[in-house]
């Protein structure tokens, strides 16, 4: 405009558009909303993770440390849904999440929050080498 080219209208038409689809993608959603999480598919090395030697470890740990928040019913107080429509109640639970579960608390302290449940290191070490070893792979994750 200070080049004395005129007014640049389209820049206004451009702010619409982006607006629109900002409401737009506002008002979708999470991609998943209750109980439809649960239904998303079993990976298919689901049954090399439940299968594996430390797997019953795990599911004590998830169960004891994850699952008051992370419930279809949470009764952590003040948790009213699974955060991220996340549950982690059943072995299937486990299995799909199993990478979340990995990089979130096998190798890093991301959760639970402020370690409120009071995860311990040897705990973390259990979940990491359960995904580890039943997977095969091992991700160093940079936060």
Not at 1 to 16: D, R, V
Not at 34 to 39: I, L, M, N, Y
Not at 61 to 74: D, K, L, Q
Not at 111 to 119: E, K, L, R, Y
Request: proline share 6%; with cysteine; hydrophobic share 45%.
């Amino acid at each position: 405009m200070h080049a004395g080219k005129g007014m640049p209208w389209w820049t206004w038409l451009a702010t619409f558009i982006l607006f629109v689809i900002v409401m737009w993608l506002s008002q979708a959603g999470p991609p998943q909303r209750g109980e439809d999480a649960a239904s998303l598919p079993v990976p298919a090395n689901a049954e090399k993770l439940v299968a594996s030697a430390d797997f019953d470890a795990v599911r004590e740990i998830v169960t004891s440390r994850c699952s008051m928040c992370h419930a279809r019913e949470p009764v952590w107080e003040g948790i009213l849904r699974a955060p991220r429509h996340v549950f982690l109640e059943e072995d299937g639970d486990i299995a799909r999440h199993a990478e979340q579960i990995y990089a979130q608390a096998g190798r890093s302290n991301a959760m639970p929050p402020g370690n409120i449940t009071d995860v311990s290191m040897e705990d973390r070490e259990v979940l990491a080498r359960w995904y580890e070893g039943a997977t095969g792979q091992k991700r160093h994750w940079l936060w």
